[in-house]
């Protein structure tokens, strides 16, 4: 299902000239969602966050 802002968007793309000379493939996003299907938004699942070593003369300050 291709939105009406993405036709619009790939009809502009055809009328330049250089567009039309090239061939430009597009992979269907269809294939990349149901590939990241198990992945959860930071929001429900939060980060891990390694902190890095610091030199002895500073400190991590949380805000």
Known sequence: MVSKE???FSHALN???YFNKVN???EALD???EAN???K???EV???IELKPLPSHLK???L
Do not use: G
Request: glycine content about 0%; cysteine-free; proline content about 17%.
């Open 6 to 8: 993405a036709k619009e």
């Open 15 to 17: 009328m330049f000239p």
């Open 24 to 26: 430009i493939q597009f």
């Open 31 to 33: 294939k990349l969602v």
């Open 37 to 39: 299907s198990t992945i």
């Open 41 to 43: 938004p930071s929001i």
């Open 46 to 48: 939060p980060p891990i």
């Open 60 to 62: 991590y300050a949380f």
